[in-house]
């Protein structure tokens, strides 16, 4: 089965961190372009970090530059999301993303909450 599975969601104090990992199953993540994305409910998705397919491109949202890194491992087949200094404003239920020409896969989502 064709899937990516999130962990690693929870609930962190302000300025604490977490580490977000997206395993992929049934395909190999080699040569895929990746990212991670987040919502918060009743707002738009957005774009939090992505690696290029080849590795040679990594772009980070605004919002999160350098506070947030984001890595692959080919050999385990993971995508992994460090999130530091995090803050109540990156509360939100983050997905992994994998893409290529002839595929889009998302994961299931894990949620974050920041607080005190």
């Known amino acids: 089965q064709v899937q990516l599975v999130e962990s690693g969601g929870g609930l962190v104090q302000p300025g604490g961190s977490l580490r977000l990992s997206c395993v992929a199953s049934?395909?190999?993540?080699?040569?895929?372009?990746i990212g991670w994305f987040r919502r918060v409910p009743g707002k738009e998705r957005e774009d939090v970090s992505c690696?290029?397919?080849?590795?040679?491109?990594?772009d980070y949202a605004d919002s999160v530059k350098g506070r947030f890194t984001i890595s692959r491992d080919n050999a385990r087949n993971t995508m992994y999301l460090q999130m530091d200094r995090l803050r109540p404003e990156d509360t939100a239920v983050y997905y992994c993303?994998?893409?290529?020409?002839?595929?889009?896969?998302w994961g299931q989502g894990t949620l974050v909450t920041v607080s005190p």
């Open positions: 690696i290029s397919d080849n590795g040679g491109t990594i």
């Open positions: 049934g395909f190999t993540l080699d040569g895929y372009a």
């Open positions: 993303n994998a893409v290529t020409v002839d595929m889009n896969k």
